[in-house]
């Protein structure tokens, strides 16, 4: 949490407004009931713009998100939503009862989180069904002008919350079952690599073939098929049943096949040498 503190205004607007504050975040997300408090209607004038000015340098940035994070929690948007594993001040952080924010911001992009802080009825992405109702989001409007510079600020630190992507296999499970899909519609250049867990020439290739899936990512697809699960597929490409085998396909034409190789030998100079026959 930031150690920055409220500006005086912010302070000023928050004592005048303390009990709209509280009743505006009991409803955040469903937390609270839409009958415990009423809700202040904006009027025209009153309307804040929907765009979140980007600041100037990295400096000011990383003050905004700390500024944001410090909103966050001064607001009470911690008694709707949880951000990882981290605990709101003087709660336990299963008490916040509403979504977990830590990954807001790979979910939305900036304006779509400042609408859904802005826009009672703006629809908002998932979990859906923990922050809206029958599609509308729960979120009542900030609709105070005084309140922008700290609504601009948690904006930004909503954006910064991102998870980190799962890291994805280089080389593609493919079944009978899900070949079409996986390989047919690609439109590329695919590998199809047949093995089982008793060929011990396949375990010695799956390494190999692990490293070049992502030296070759770009211009490859790396597919790996379990031999006994997938008879239909033994049966369409390798019907000697010589493994392992290493089929290349490009517009679901073989281009070319290898069978076998030398478990007692590094594998991966012969391979790289075939490969290189259809990806230079």
Known sequence: MGTSRPSARGNEWRLNHAGTLLALCALLSG??????????????????????????????QKLAVERGHNAFHTYGCWHCHTIGDEEAPGIHNELAMGPDMADVGSRLGREEILQSILDPNAVIAEPREQHTAEGISLMPAFDDPQAMDDIRDIVLFLQQCKLPKPSQPEMTQVTDENFGDTVEKHDGMVLLYFWAEWCFACLAVGPTLKELAHD??????????????????????????????????????????????????????????????FAP
């Open 31 to 60: 937390c609270g009931k839409p009958t415990d408090y009423p809700l202040v209607e904006a009027t025209p004038n009153s309307t804040p713009t929907k765009t979140v000015e980007s600041p100037k340098n990295d400096a000011e």
């Open 216 to 277: 070759y990512r770009v211009q490859i697809k790396f597919c790996k098929i379990e031999i006994d699960e997938n008879p239909v597929l033994v049966e369409k490409f390798v019907p000697d049943r010589s493994f392992p085998c290493l089929v290349i396909l490009k517009n679901n034409k073989v281009l070319g096949r290898h069978h076998g190789i030398d478990p007692d030998t590094d594998p991966t100079p012969l391979i790289k040498d075939w490969l290189k026959k």
